[in-house]
């Protein structure tokens, strides 16, 4: 299954790529918390305090606080996106002025996974496919891992 239209259309790469939805659209968590394996909370550092955000990270939109979040769930930074046995990768995408847009999670087949905002789960098969201007994600900032589970 695809994207509506409408939506394929803000992600340009991905129309062209093979990707398939796998999930029903839900507002109950967002691709940070998807990132994380983590399908009860909408995850984002909001200065009101409205949305989940690990106590140990900064309440702030910066690659830095994300890797701080991301590392309450274990993760810690390295360099290369490509599938490593062993270990569960993540990408976080920033927009043109290096603010965080997005989150993405490598599965075991060397596919990434995606929730796009309050819509569906995806599985996607290279980074570039969700980056483009706005309101596309951006491009990779950061990769993280953590031993798979």
Not at 22 to 46: L, V
Request: hydrophobic residues 40%.
């Amino acid at each position: 299954m695809r994207l509506a239209s409408r939506r394929e259309r803000i992600f340009p790469n991905l129309s062209a790529s093979h990707y398939r939805v796998t999930s029903e659209e839900t507002a109950a968590y967002n691709c940070i918390a998807w990132a994380a394996a983590d399908t009860t909370a909408w995850w984002w550092p909001d200065a009101g305090g409205d949305y989940f955000w690990p106590a140990q990270a900064p309440r702030e939109e910066t690659v830095e606080a994300f890797v701080a979040a991301f590392a309450t769930a274990g993760y810690e930074p390295c360099d290369d996106p490509a599938l490593e046995p062993g270990f569960e990768k993540l990408a976080i995408y920033v927009d043109g002025a290096g603010i965080p847009t997005h989150a993405a999670r490598q599965l075991e087949s060397a596919a990434w996974t995606s929730k796009l905002g309050g819509w569906e789960d995806i599985e996607h098969g290279d980074l570039p496919d969700l980056g483009g201007r706005d309101p596309a994600y951006g491009t990779v900032a950061r990769i993280l891992r953590r031993a798979r589970k």
